[in-house]
T-cell receptor
Framework: SQTIHQWPATLVQPVGSPLSLECTVE??????LYWYRQAAGRGLQLLFYSVGIGQISSEVPQNLSASRPQDRQFILSSKKLLLSDSGFYLC?????????????FGPGTRLTVL | AQKVTQAQTEISVVEKEDVTLDCVYE???????LFWYKQPPSGELVFLIRRNSFDEQNEISGRYSWNFQKSTSSFNFTITASQVVDSAVYFC????????????WGLGTSLAVNP
Protein backbone atom coordinates (compact mmCIF):
# COMPACT_ATOMS: atom_id res chain seq x y z
CA SER A 1 0.00 0.00 0.00
CA GLN A 2 1.12 3.51 -0.62
CA THR A 3 2.08 6.18 1.90
CA ILE A 4 1.82 9.88 1.20
CA HIS A 5 3.95 12.40 3.07
CA GLN A 6 3.32 16.12 3.20
CA TRP A 7 5.33 18.87 4.83
CA PRO A 8 5.22 21.09 6.56
CA ALA A 9 2.19 20.12 8.62
CA THR A 10 1.38 23.72 9.47
CA LEU A 11 2.62 27.01 8.12
CA VAL A 12 1.98 30.66 8.95
CA GLN A 13 3.17 33.06 6.30
CA PRO A 14 2.83 36.82 5.72
CA VAL A 15 1.05 38.16 2.68
CA GLY A 16 3.42 38.52 -0.24
CA SER A 17 5.83 35.83 0.90
CA PRO A 18 6.69 32.77 -1.21
CA LEU A 19 5.34 29.28 -0.63
CA SER A 20 6.59 25.78 -1.18
CA LEU A 21 4.64 22.72 -0.07
CA GLU A 22 5.98 19.28 -0.75
CA CYS A 23 4.31 15.92 -1.26
CA THR A 24 6.12 12.63 -1.68
CA VAL A 25 4.68 9.19 -2.27
CA GLU A 26 5.99 5.78 -1.31
CA UNK A 27 4.82 2.32 -2.30
CA UNK A 28 3.70 2.95 -5.85
CA UNK A 29 5.19 4.00 -9.13
CA UNK A 30 3.94 6.27 -11.89
CA UNK A 31 1.03 7.60 -9.82
CA UNK A 32 -1.35 10.35 -10.80
CA LEU A 33 -0.82 13.14 -8.28
CA TYR A 34 -3.28 15.81 -7.16
CA TRP A 35 -3.29 19.00 -5.11
CA TYR A 36 -6.54 19.98 -3.42
CA ARG A 37 -7.43 22.94 -1.25
CA GLN A 38 -10.07 22.83 1.43
CA ALA A 39 -11.23 26.17 2.75
CA ALA A 40 -13.27 26.56 5.91
CA GLY A 41 -16.68 25.15 5.17
CA ARG A 42 -15.36 21.82 3.95
CA GLY A 43 -15.58 21.95 0.16
CA LEU A 44 -12.68 20.30 -1.67
CA GLN A 45 -11.29 22.17 -4.66
CA LEU A 46 -8.97 20.48 -7.14
CA LEU A 47 -6.04 22.79 -7.92
CA PHE A 48 -3.63 20.73 -10.02
CA TYR A 49 -3.07 17.21 -11.20
CA SER A 50 -0.15 15.47 -12.84
CA VAL A 51 0.09 12.27 -14.86
CA GLY A 52 3.88 12.23 -15.05
CA ILE A 53 7.16 14.06 -14.50
CA GLY A 54 6.89 17.62 -15.74
CA GLN A 55 3.24 17.21 -16.75
CA ILE A 56 0.94 19.58 -14.85
CA SER A 57 -2.70 20.40 -15.47
CA SER A 58 -4.20 23.42 -13.76
CA GLU A 59 -7.83 23.42 -12.77
CA VAL A 60 -8.21 26.90 -11.31
CA PRO A 61 -6.36 30.05 -12.46
CA GLN A 62 -4.65 31.58 -9.47
CA ASN A 63 -1.28 32.66 -8.16
CA LEU A 64 -0.30 29.08 -7.33
CA SER A 65 1.77 26.74 -9.45
CA ALA A 66 2.76 23.10 -9.25
CA SER A 67 5.73 21.07 -10.35
CA ARG A 68 6.64 17.41 -10.50
CA PRO A 69 10.41 17.08 -10.62
CA GLN A 70 10.41 13.36 -9.83
CA ASP A 71 7.94 10.53 -10.33
CA ARG A 72 6.78 10.53 -6.73
CA GLN A 73 7.30 14.16 -5.77
CA PHE A 74 4.76 16.92 -6.22
CA ILE A 75 5.37 20.52 -5.18
CA LEU A 76 2.92 23.39 -4.77
CA SER A 77 4.40 26.88 -4.98
CA SER A 78 3.59 30.53 -4.98
CA LYS A 79 5.77 33.57 -5.55
CA LYS A 80 3.55 35.89 -3.51
CA LEU A 81 0.88 34.62 -1.14
CA LEU A 82 -2.52 36.24 -0.85
CA LEU A 83 -4.84 36.21 2.15
CA SER A 84 -7.21 34.04 0.11
CA ASP A 85 -4.55 31.32 -0.15
CA SER A 86 -5.19 30.33 3.45
CA GLY A 87 -6.61 26.85 3.78
CA PHE A 88 -5.90 23.18 4.18
CA TYR A 89 -3.86 21.70 1.32
CA LEU A 90 -4.15 18.03 0.57
CA CYS A 91 -2.04 15.93 -1.75
CA UNK A 92 -3.54 12.79 -3.24
CA UNK A 93 -2.15 9.91 -5.22
CA UNK A 94 -3.53 7.03 -7.23
CA UNK A 95 -1.85 3.67 -7.48
CA UNK A 96 -0.52 3.48 -10.97
CA UNK A 97 -1.49 5.93 -13.67
CA UNK A 98 -5.19 5.38 -14.10
CA UNK A 99 -7.60 8.22 -13.42
CA UNK A 100 -10.19 5.72 -12.26
CA UNK A 101 -8.03 4.31 -9.49
CA UNK A 102 -8.81 5.28 -5.94
CA UNK A 103 -7.22 8.48 -4.66
CA UNK A 104 -5.40 8.24 -1.34
CA PHE A 105 -4.61 11.34 0.65
CA GLY A 106 -1.73 12.67 2.66
CA PRO A 107 -2.08 14.24 6.12
CA GLY A 108 -2.37 17.77 4.71
CA THR A 109 -0.73 21.14 5.32
CA ARG A 110 -2.62 23.85 7.14
CA LEU A 111 -1.61 27.24 5.72
CA THR A 112 -2.49 30.53 7.35
CA VAL A 113 -1.65 33.72 5.49
CA LEU A 114 -1.62 36.82 7.68
CA ALA B 1 -24.49 17.53 -15.27
CA GLN B 2 -22.39 15.74 -12.68
CA LYS B 3 -23.17 16.44 -9.11
CA VAL B 4 -23.06 14.92 -5.64
CA THR B 5 -25.51 16.06 -3.01
CA GLN B 6 -25.16 15.39 0.67
CA ALA B 7 -28.27 17.03 2.00
CA GLN B 8 -27.41 16.55 5.66
CA THR B 9 -24.96 19.24 6.69
CA GLU B 10 -24.70 18.17 10.33
CA ILE B 11 -25.95 15.19 12.29
CA SER B 12 -25.73 14.70 16.02
CA VAL B 13 -26.42 11.34 17.67
CA VAL B 14 -25.87 9.69 20.99
CA GLU B 15 -23.40 6.84 21.20
CA LYS B 16 -24.80 3.43 20.19
CA GLU B 17 -27.43 4.93 17.92
CA ASP B 18 -27.52 3.91 14.27
CA VAL B 19 -27.06 6.72 11.77
CA THR B 20 -27.41 6.93 8.00
CA LEU B 21 -25.61 9.49 5.87
CA ASP B 22 -27.29 10.21 2.56
CA CYS B 23 -25.59 10.67 -0.79
CA VAL B 24 -27.39 11.37 -4.07
CA TYR B 25 -25.49 11.68 -7.32
CA GLU B 26 -26.13 12.82 -10.89
CA UNK B 27 -24.26 11.61 -13.94
CA UNK B 28 -24.88 10.83 -17.58
CA UNK B 29 -22.13 8.25 -17.78
CA UNK B 30 -23.01 4.57 -17.60
CA UNK B 31 -19.64 3.70 -16.08
CA UNK B 32 -18.76 5.52 -12.92
CA UNK B 33 -17.40 5.01 -9.43
CA LEU B 34 -18.65 6.13 -6.06
CA PHE B 35 -16.57 6.70 -2.95
CA TRP B 36 -16.92 7.51 0.70
CA TYR B 37 -14.14 9.22 2.66
CA LYS B 38 -13.87 10.06 6.35
CA GLN B 39 -12.18 13.23 7.58
CA PRO B 40 -11.56 13.14 11.35
CA PRO B 41 -10.57 16.30 13.24
CA SER B 42 -6.91 15.67 12.36
CA GLY B 43 -7.80 16.55 8.77
CA GLU B 44 -6.51 13.60 6.79
CA LEU B 45 -9.02 12.16 4.32
CA VAL B 46 -9.38 8.44 4.89
CA PHE B 47 -10.71 6.23 2.12
CA LEU B 48 -13.60 4.02 3.23
CA ILE B 49 -15.14 2.37 0.18
CA ARG B 50 -15.30 2.37 -3.58
CA ARG B 51 -18.17 1.05 -5.70
CA ASN B 52 -18.44 0.83 -9.47
CA SER B 53 -21.66 1.38 -11.34
CA PHE B 54 -21.99 -2.28 -12.33
CA ASP B 55 -21.92 -3.59 -8.80
CA GLU B 56 -25.06 -2.82 -6.81
CA GLN B 57 -24.34 -5.28 -4.07
CA ASN B 58 -24.51 -3.77 -0.64
CA GLU B 59 -21.33 -3.82 1.36
CA ILE B 60 -20.80 -4.40 5.05
CA SER B 61 -17.57 -3.83 6.90
CA GLY B 62 -17.91 -4.22 10.63
CA ARG B 63 -20.25 -1.50 11.86
CA TYR B 64 -20.23 0.22 8.47
CA SER B 65 -22.58 -0.62 5.63
CA TRP B 66 -23.32 0.94 2.28
CA ASN B 67 -26.50 0.81 0.23
CA PHE B 68 -26.03 1.52 -3.49
CA GLN B 69 -29.26 1.96 -5.47
CA LYS B 70 -28.98 3.02 -9.12
CA SER B 71 -32.76 3.40 -9.38
CA THR B 72 -32.64 6.33 -6.98
CA SER B 73 -29.04 7.39 -7.74
CA SER B 74 -28.14 7.01 -4.11
CA PHE B 75 -25.18 5.60 -2.23
CA ASN B 76 -26.03 5.83 1.45
CA PHE B 77 -23.75 5.03 4.34
CA THR B 78 -24.95 3.57 7.64
CA ILE B 79 -23.01 3.34 10.87
CA THR B 80 -24.47 0.84 13.31
CA ALA B 81 -24.01 1.32 17.04
CA SER B 82 -22.12 4.57 16.56
CA GLN B 83 -19.10 5.39 18.69
CA VAL B 84 -17.44 8.66 19.66
CA VAL B 85 -14.52 7.78 17.35
CA ASP B 86 -16.94 7.94 14.41
CA SER B 87 -17.20 11.70 14.88
CA ALA B 88 -15.89 13.21 11.65
CA VAL B 89 -16.90 14.81 8.38
CA TYR B 90 -17.89 12.23 5.80
CA PHE B 91 -17.61 12.91 2.08
CA CYS B 92 -19.27 11.15 -0.81
CA UNK B 93 -17.62 11.47 -4.23
CA UNK B 94 -18.30 10.49 -7.84
CA UNK B 95 -15.77 9.63 -10.55
CA UNK B 96 -16.87 9.22 -14.14
CA UNK B 97 -14.95 6.91 -16.47
CA UNK B 98 -15.61 9.20 -19.41
CA UNK B 99 -13.76 12.29 -20.50
CA UNK B 100 -14.00 14.25 -17.27
CA UNK B 101 -12.22 11.85 -14.97
CA UNK B 102 -12.04 13.99 -11.90
CA UNK B 103 -13.61 13.37 -8.52
CA UNK B 104 -16.83 15.27 -7.98
CA TRP B 105 -17.23 15.88 -4.26
CA GLY B 106 -20.22 16.40 -2.06
CA LEU B 107 -19.96 19.11 0.57
CA GLY B 108 -19.75 16.59 3.37
CA THR B 109 -21.81 15.66 6.40
CA SER B 110 -20.45 16.49 9.82
CA LEU B 111 -21.29 13.70 12.26
CA ALA B 112 -21.03 14.26 15.99
CA VAL B 113 -21.39 11.20 18.19
CA ASN B 114 -21.92 12.22 21.79
CA PRO B 115 -21.23 9.99 24.79
Amino acid sequence: SQTIHQWPATLVQPVGSPLSLECTVEGTSNPNLYWYRQAAGRGLQLLFYSVGIGQISSEVPQNLSASRPQDRQFILSSKKLLLSDSGFYLCASTSGGSFTNTQYFGPGTRLTVL
Amino acid sequence: AQKVTQAQTEISVVEKEDVTLDCVYETRDTTYYLFWYKQPPSGELVFLIRRNSFDEQNEISGRYSWNFQKSTSSFNFTITASQVVDSAVYFCALLNAGNNRKLIWGLGTSLAVNP
